[in-house]
Nanobody, 124 residues
Framework: QVQLVESGGGLVQAGGSLRISCAAS????????MAWFRQAPGKEREFVAA????????DYADSVKGRFAISKDSANNAAYLQMNTLQQEDTALYYC?????????????????WGQGTQVTVSS
């Protein structure tokens, strides 16, 4: 059983940066494709970024491309999302998802394991 725990969320001013983390247990990250999704109040959970089992392939939503970077750290068995040039529209609860697939996917239902989420709030 895979367990995911997110951390690092908080309040940041527009234009600022934040890095959120997802610590995994139960499997090594080389066995998992990892992804970040976010959900704002009243909206559906949306794809943000994903990284392959090997860590060599990444995928980003158009809205964050060039501003966010997803990575994996095998030593800590954790995944990260570095968020730069944050905008108020980035305010949401950010969830980490994991799946054993060799294909990167953008739909929440394709991910088997989820964390509890970490709140990111961007102020003007």
């Amino acid at each position: 059983q895979v367990q995911l725990v997110e951390s690092g969320g908080g309040l940041v001013q527009a234009g600022g940066s934040l890095r959120i983390s997802c610590a995994a247990s139960g499997r090594t990250l080389s066995q998992l494709a990892m992804a970040w999704f976010r959900q704002a109040p009243g909206k559906e959970r949306e794809f943000v970024a994903a990284i392959s089992r090997s860590g060599d392939v990444t995928d980003y939503a158009d809205s964050v491309k060039g501003r966010f970077a997803i990575s994996k750290d095998s030593a800590n068995n954790a995944a990260y999302l570095q968020m730069n040039t944050l905008q108020q529209e980035d305010t949401a609860l950010y969830y980490c998802g994991a799946d054993r697939s060799f294909i990167l996917r953008r739909t929440p239902r394709d991910y088997d394991y989820w964390g509890q989420g970490t709140q990111v709030t961007v102020s003007s």
